[in-house]
C-alpha cells in the first residue's frame, strides 16, 4: 500500500495545515465563488488542535511521508459542542487534490465508521460542503437540507447537511 491511515496526533498539526491549504481551495472552487471563498478559506485551513488529540481523528499519510488525507468523527455537534448519545458528527475531511478518487477518502471513513459502531454510535451526520456532496453520497450519507454554517459573524459557508445510518 502506498499509504497508511492512523489516528492523528497533535504532531500532525503543521502537515494537516499543509493538506487543507493545498486541498481546499482547488477542490472548494468548482462549487464557490471567490469571493465567498477567499476569507472562508482562512478560517477553514487550518488544523483543529482538538479534533487531533481526539483519538478519532485520522490522517492517511504516504510511505515515503507527506499527509494526503484527513478527517475524523466526535460526538460533539460541530459549533455547538452538543452531544447526543448515539450519534456521530463527521468533521473536517480533506484529501490531497492529487489523491483524489483512489479510496484515501474512503479508508478515512471506513476507520471513522468502524470506531464510532463501537463505541455504541448508530447514525452519522456531516455538513458537506457543496463540492463534497457526491463524496458523501457515494459512502450511502442522505441530503437532509441545505444549510448556512456561520464561520464568524460575517463570513457564512452554504452546505449540505447529510445523514447515514450505521
Not at 459542542?81 to 450519534?87: F, K, L, T, Y
Not at 460542503?129 to 437540507?145: P, T, V
Amino acid at each position: 500500500m502506498e499509504y497508511e491511515v492512523r489516528v492523528a496526533s497533535q504532531k500532525d498539526a503543521a502537515a494537516v495545515d499543509r493538506l487543507l491549504q493545498v486541498s481546499y481551495p482547488k477542490l472548494m472552487a468548482s462549487s464557490y465563488d471567490n469571493e465567498l471563498l477567499t476569507p472562508a478559506l482562512k478560517l477553514m485551513t487550518k488544523s483543529n488542535p482538538s479534533l487531533l488529540g481526539s483519538g478519532t481523528y485520522y490522517v492517511a499519510e504516504l510511505s515515503t511521508g507527506g499527509v494526503i488525507g484527513c478527517g475524523g468523527w466526535t460526538l460533539e455537534r460541530p459549533g455547538t459542542g452538543a452531544v447526543e448519545r448515539h450519534m456521530g458528527h463527521i468533521r473536517h475531511f480533506a484529501t490531497h487534490p492529487g489523491w483524489t478518487r483512489r479510496g484515501v477518502g474512503r479508508a478515512i471513513y471506513r476507520l471513522c465508521e468502524s470506531a464510532a459502531r463501537s463505541g455504541g454510535v448508530i447514525a452519522f451526520e456531516c455538513y458537506s460542503s457543496l463540492n463534497a456532496e457526491k463524496f458523501y453520497s457515494a459512502l450511502g450519507f442522505e441530503n437532509i437540507c441545505e444549510i448556512d454554517i456561520e464561520l464568524q459573524p460575517d463570513v457564512a459557508l452554504r452546505a449540505v447537511l447529510m445523514r447515514r445510518e450505521l
